[in-house]
Nanobody, 130 residues
Framework: QVRLVESGGGSVQPGGSLRLSCVVSVDSGSSTGCMGWFRQVPGKEREGVAGIDVDGSTSYADSVKGRFAISKDNASNTLSLQMNNLKPEDTAMYYC???????????????????????RGQGTQVTVSS
């Protein structure tokens, strides 16, 4: 079993920054592969935002590339998403997700695979508004 607990959402003005964190707890006998974040607005489909593979390689949706950065601290078992230059269209519920090691998504597509997760956190709301 894998448990994911997010924090760090909130309200910010356009151009501002937020950092989302996801504490990952993995029971013995379980393991994770591609991990990342997707976001969802009510009535719309999930959008994969950022992903990080087991080898540390990262991938991003075009809509956030250059503004968001995903990282993983193995010492604290924390997955983070640094979001800079936020825009109103970034407003959504953000979810931290984890997939099993197999099947692994094609290289560079982990961020898309986040929407087809095995494990998901409870979500954290991000609101960007003036």
């Amino acid at each position: 079993q894998v448990r994911l607990v997010e924090s760090g959402g909130g309200s910010v003005q356009p151009g501002g920054s937020l950092r989302l964190s996801c504490v990952v707890s993995v029971d013995s006998g379980s393991s994770t592969g591609c991990m990342g974040w997707f976001r969802q607005v009510p009535g719309k489909e999930r959008e994969g935002v950022a992903g990080i593979d087991v080898d540390g390689s990262t991938s991003y949706a075009d809509s956030v590339k250059g503004r968001f950065a995903i990282s993983k601290d193995n010492a604290s078992n924390t997955l983070s998403l640094q979001m800079n230059n936020l825009k109103p269209e970034d407003t959504a519920m953000y979810y931290c997700t984890a997939r099993p090691p197999r099947p692994s998504p094609p290289r560079g597509l982990c961020y898309i695979a986040t929407i087809n997760y095995l494990y998901r956190g409870q979500g954290t709301q991000v609101t960007v508004s003036s």
